[in-house]
């Protein structure tokens, strides 16, 4: 979600209710009379800072739809006080500040994306890196109010990058507040946890896609995925009157300048090489996925992945995994109880890991 677009509706519902008072003192400052000081220049600079979250605004805002049975669901729950459409999506107030994360991680998990609008604690002395790169510490009196995906709770050590504001020695305002994420990777120890079953990935040949029996694969197997390519691929393209002239032909159902979709039942490559002669065709293969722990024979080429739950320590190296069950594809066999080292690429915010992207093994 754009930021512009999601704080525009956090203001919109009220969630910046306590903006005022943590930015009070933007204008407003003590001089060392016990006046109000309003001399001085306005300088700007970008400033990186670790803080801790002390809350969250009791607002969750979710971008595009949601099922009829998640709308019940999320009525029904006790930490919602009220489910409204937006213009975008949905606006979920919390029944407290409290309800926020938990309620955030209980959407993830349904794949449901969430943001809300976080109240960052800032450090009483700031460094601010003016534009002609000089460094200047400022006194910061004020919070900082960030939108972000709800991915860490409160209390959390957060690093938060702005533009501030100063005058006279002041952080007086701020603007374009961003948590900064980082990309790491974690070496550990595992213990396979469990066997989830092989995957084998086969291609099939484009000629050989109607001889795939989905239905009866279906019956005999966990878990098979068919990604059919009934069609051809022209690279170097077909003229107008190539396109007029080969949209006739009784097996194509669409043709443009790129491809054509074919019958299903039409498997005949020669015919296609002629019917096409002198245009460069393609014929792309389709994927066949199936996962089962039965042993699978088809006459397709196709390579073979074991897929186990591998227990990991919850801290690893000062980082925390809300998760430390993980799934793992490789071509290695283990047995259960089995020790694997395993190596973690994922996304920090503060010390925790909020998004792995991918697990390998030695």
């Known amino acids: 979600m754009e930021r512009n677009e999601l704080l525009k509706l956090i203001v919109l519902f009220g969630?910046?209710?306590?903006?005022?008072?943590?930015?009070?003192?933007?204008?407003?400052?003590?001089?060392?009379?016990?006046?109000?000081?309003?001399?001085?220049t306005t300088e700007t600079g970008t400033a990186l800072f670790n803080g801790t979250i002390r809350t969250y605004n009791p607002i969750l805002l979710v971008k595009g739809q949601l099922s009829t049975e998640q709308l019940t669901k999320l009525q029904m729950d006790s930490r919602v006080k009220s489910v409204s459409a937006s213009a975008d999506g949905y606006i979920i107030n919390t029944t407290s500040r409290d309800d926020v994360y938990p309620l955030a991680q209980s959407l993830?998990?349904?794949?449901?994306?969430?943001?809300?609008?976080?109240?960052?604690?800032?450090?009483?002395i700031m460094t601010i890196k003016l534009s002609n790169g000089s460094d200047v510490n400022v006194t910061s009196q004020i919070s900082v109010l960030v939108v972000m995906k709800p991915l860490v709770d409160s209390d959390t050590e957060v690093t938060v990058s702005i533009l501030g504001y100063i005058k006279n020695g002041f952080l007086i305002n701020y603007n374009s507040a961003d948590i900064v994420s980082q990309d790491i990777s974690l070496s550990g120890i595992g213990t396979v946890s469990s066997v989830d079953g092989i995957e084998h990935n086969y291609i099939v040949p484009w000629e050989n896609r109607s001889s795939v029996d989905e239905a009866s694969l279906n019956s005999t197997y966990e878990s098979v995925d068919f990604s059919r390519n009934d069609y051809l691929s022209f690279p170097s393209g077909l003229t107008v009157a190539q396109i007029a002239e080969k949209k006739s032909l009784s097996y194509i159902t669409y043709i443009s300048?790129?491809?054509?979709?074919?019958?299903?039942?039409?498997?005949?490559?020669?015919k296609a090489l002629s019917d096409f002669t002198g245009i460069n065709v393609v014929f792309p293969d389709s994927n066949l996925i199936i996962v089962t722990n039965k042993s699978v024979s088809l006459p397709y080429n196709g390579t073979t992945l074991y897929q186990y739950s591998v227990s990991v320590p919850s801290t690893i190296y000062g980082y925390q995994l809300d998760d430390n069950v993980l799934l793992i594809k490789t071509e290695k066999e283990y047995k259960l109880?089995?020790?694997v080292n395993v190596s973690i690429y994922g996304t920090v915010i503060g010390n925790k890991v909020v998004e792995i992207d991918d697990v390998e093994t030695e």
Not at 257 to 270: G, M, P, W
């Open 337 to 339: 109880n089995d020790t």
């Open 108 to 124: 993830a998990h349904e794949g449901i994306e969430t943001w809300a609008g976080a109240n960052v604690i800032t450090p009483s």
């Open 15 to 40: 969630a910046l209710v306590m903006a005022g008072s943590m930015l009070a003192p933007a204008f407003l400052y003590k001089s060392s009379s016990g006046g109000t000081d309003t001399s001085g």
């Open 257 to 270: 300048d790129t491809s054509a979709s074919v019958s299903a039942n039409f498997t005949d490559k020669d």
